[in-house]
């Protein structure tokens, strides 16, 4: 999956009116926002085509650009300016209500792309990466965009189609490109030009999507009397933001930053709110250094037999089944969620120790299809257990921190284990620090597990107990016992 939407299909919805019918004045409207819905989902659709994605590491290394320099000295500028960006497009994207936000989306891309095509020094594939850092921390703007479009009873519909616009563009595009490369002979340079003018495209996408007047924050819709309305979090303290005297600040981020410090009390948002910090920052080491490891294990100078594409392509597809099936796996979170993070943790650290120590290269694309589904499996089973008892805007600030949190643990890696300035090391030896990494946290996850089951088993055991205490007391005042035992 290229790097996700903030996901927040699964917020609380607001109770729908009871059944009233709508005034004709209203009816227009309601038309319209489906006009919007279907534009953004083709303009996010369309904004996913981009086929040369998947051979940028391929055209690095074919560029004269050395394996040292593209993964100490290229690669590592990603994590660095994702984490520099994503606050402030953050805050921006609500703050400007989303459009300019998407503009500046794909003015990056067209910029990576021309950088791409145009550049030859390390430098500029440092700034490529750094554009590159900006298009992944302003997919916060597409992913939140639809909440200002349709009303709250509608979220979780609509972003389910905004996401699976968004897979099945990746998809596409993943295959797209790799039917150019394996069955047109096409040259990696070329599929960059392709890139290009399909990012200019989405530009112009951008530029007749409509800029809505509301969003989460800073533009909250108005109520009868002009005032904005109260946020949920307005709502909870028994007041309203009022438009008075106080700040923002007072009235929304700092407030609800104070709420969240209640918020992480509960067992099962801590739990998964950690689970997105660690397991994301992982997650996201190995898929930028995955390209560096295929072309380690299977170095070739034949384009039609990289598969990159293919790869891509398969792992999205089982990422979107695994997402769905996920939603009907029925359970008792509450007892079994550390064990289940535990196995499917430890699975992955397996996985990454095949990827690393195998010679066979559609042995280590299996591997990464497989580690890139476990983790999408588990994805909407943690967007569920944190986001069902919260606001829409609880709930996009509580992924907002999860996503910090874990971009600034996969900036510190990256320093220490990949920059040139740090350990600086090879690819090979990166992935066992991976395998390291996530079997560690498969133990503290296991280890966990069987302390929820011990404190399970005590709580259960009195209550136990007691019933047969009251069974056995039964029996004996019973009659018909005492005639059997005659």
């Given amino acids: 999956m290229a790097p996700g939407i903030m996901p927040l299909s699964c917020c609380r919805a607001m109770p729908k009116n009871g059944g009233a019918k709508k005034p004709v004045s209203e009816m227009v409207p309601e038309q319209r926002w489906k006009l919007q819905v279907f534009y953004l989902c083709f303009y996010g659709f369309m904004t996913q085509i981009r086929p040369g994605e998947s051979f940028i590491t391929p055209y690095l290394l074919e560029a004269n650009f050395t394996k040292a320099e593209v993964t100490n000295m290229i690669t590592p500028v990603l994590s660095y300016s994702y984490m520099a960006v994503l606050v402030p497009i953050f805050l921006l994207t609500d703050y400007l209500r989303y459009k300019p936000v998407l503009v500046l989306q794909s003015l990056s891309h067209i910029s990576i792309w021309l950088l791409l095509v145009l550049g030859t020094s390390v430098l500029a594939m440092q700034l490529m990466e750094f554009f590159y850092g900006i298009t992944m921390a302003a997919r916060i703007a597409y992913s939140s965009y639809i909440f200002s479009l349709v009303a709250p009873s509608r979220y979780q519909r609509m972003a389910s189609y905004s996401r699976s616009a968004v897979l099945l563009g990746v998809f596409t595009s993943s295959v797209l490109g790799q039917l150019c490369v394996t069955l047109g002979g096409v040259s990696f340079r070329t599929l960059n030009y392709v890139s290009l003018g399909f990012v200019s495209f989405g530009l112009i996408l951008t530029l007749f999507l409509e800029r809505p007047r509301r969003s989460l924050?800073?533009?909250?819709?108005?109520?009868?009397?002009?005032?904005?309305v109260p946020t949920e979090l307005d709502r909870m303290a028994g007041g309203d933001s009022g438009g008075g005297t106080r700040g923002w600040r007072d009235m929304v981020l700092c407030r609800m930053l104070r709420e969240l410090g209640v918020l992480a009390r509960q067992p099962q948002l801590r739990l998964w709110s950690l689970w997105w910090v660690f397991n994301s920052a992982g997650y996201y080491l190995m898929l930028y250094y995955a390209h560096i490891l295929w072309n380690e294990i299977s170095p070739t100078t034949d384009n039609r037999h990289v598969?990159?594409?293919?790869?891509?392509?398969?792992?999205?597809?089982?990422?979107?089944?695994?997402?769905?099936?996920?939603?009907?796996?029925?359970?008792?979170w509450m007892l079994w969620s550390e064990l289940v993070i535990g196995l499917v943790t430890a699975f992955q650290a397996g996985l990454l120790l095949l990827m690393n120590s195998t010679t066979n290269i559609w042995l280590c694309y299996a591997a990464y299809i497989l580690f890139r589904g476990s983790h999408q499996f588990l994805v909407p089973i943690a967007i569920?257990?944190?986001?069902?008892?919260l606001s829409k805007e609880l709930c996009a600030l509580v992924?907002?921190?999860?996503?910090?949190?874990?971009t600034v643990l996969k900036t510190i890696i990256t320093v220490?284990?990949?920059?040139?300035?740090?350990?600086?090391?090879?690819?090979?030896?990166?992935?066992y620090v991976y395998f390291s990494y996530f079997t560690l946290l498969a133990v503290v996850y296991l280890l966990a597990a069987i302390g929820v089951g011990v404190q399970h088993s005590h709580c259960r055991q009195p209550v136990e107990l007691a019933l047969a205490k009251e069974e056995t007391a039964v029996q004996e005042k019973s009659p018909e016992v005492g005639t059997t035992r005659a």
């Avoid at 819709?221 to 904005?228: F, I, L, R, V, Y």
């Avoid at 569920?384 to 008892?389: D, E, G, N, R």
């Avoid at 992924?399 to 874990?406: E, M, R, S, Y």
Wanted: no cysteine; net charge positive.
């Fill in 384 to 389: 569920f257990q944190i986001a069902t008892s």
């Fill in 217 to 228: 924050f800073f533009n909250r819709p108005g109520g009868p009397d002009g005032a904005a």
């Fill in 399 to 406: 992924f907002g921190v999860n996503t910090f949190f874990a």
């Fill in 416 to 431: 220490i284990v990949a920059d040139k300035r740090g350990l600086g090391l090879s690819v090979h030896p990166q992935f």
């Fill in 307 to 332: 598969y990159n594409g293919g790869v891509d392509a398969a792992s999205t597809l089982l990422g979107a089944v695994a997402s769905f099936a996920a939603g009907y796996v029925k359970i008792r």
